[in-house]
């Protein structure tokens, strides 16, 4: 016997057979379906998770409030006061060099929005009262005169 004679004897062999449960091909196919419609639920809830938090995103910087600007700092005012002669121990303290404070730089003059009472404002209300009848009678019209165009030719024009 050759190779190919015994390997085909061996692979045609039952009792290398797996034997496969009834029914085995429906449960693979159901459970494909189940992993795509979890797939397809995870995709559609992040999609809405991500798009919620993109209209939470903007309706929070829309609705945020400018914060106030802070007043510029003030330097430190150092008040230079008579110390006690130094001792032999310690080393002389040298006073900090006066500095002027700096002025923070002026901002160009704007106009501010004007200031509201915290009354409403009254309602001006005016009746006016009714017109007057008339007494007069309506004018008549009156008949227009008969004149040459009203009555029509039979002749045309130009003769």
């Known amino acids: 016997m050759d190779l190919e004679d015994e390997l085909n004897r061996i692979l045609r ?3 290398l057979d797996i034997p496969v449960r009834t029914g085995a091909e429906w449960s693979v196919v159901a459970g494909a379906r189940r992993r795509r419609q979890r797939n397809n639920m995870m995709a559609a809830s992040g999609s ?3 798009a919620l938090l993109l209209v939470g995103g903007g309706v929070v910087l829309a ?3 400018p914060e106030k600007p802070l007043p510029p700092a ?3 005012v150092v008040n230079s006061t008579s110390d006690p002669a130094p001792t032999s121990e310690e080393p002389p303290l040298v006073p900090p060099p006066h500095h002027t404070p700096v002025q923070p730089p002026q901002h160009p003059h704007r106009p501010q929005a004007p200031q509201t009472s ?6 001006l209300s005016t009746q006016t009262s009714a017109p007057a009848p008339t007494t007069s009678k309506p004018t008549q019209t009156t008949q227009p005169n008969p004149t040459s165009s009203a009555n ?7 003769q």
């Open 48 to 50: 809405a998770l991500a």
């Open 63 to 65: 609705n945020q409030q």
């Open 13 to 15: 062999d039952d009792r």
């Open 118 to 123: 915290e009354e409403p404002p009254e309602i």
């Open 152 to 158: 029509p030719t039979t002749q045309p024009p130009g």
């Open 74 to 76: 003030a330097p430190p």
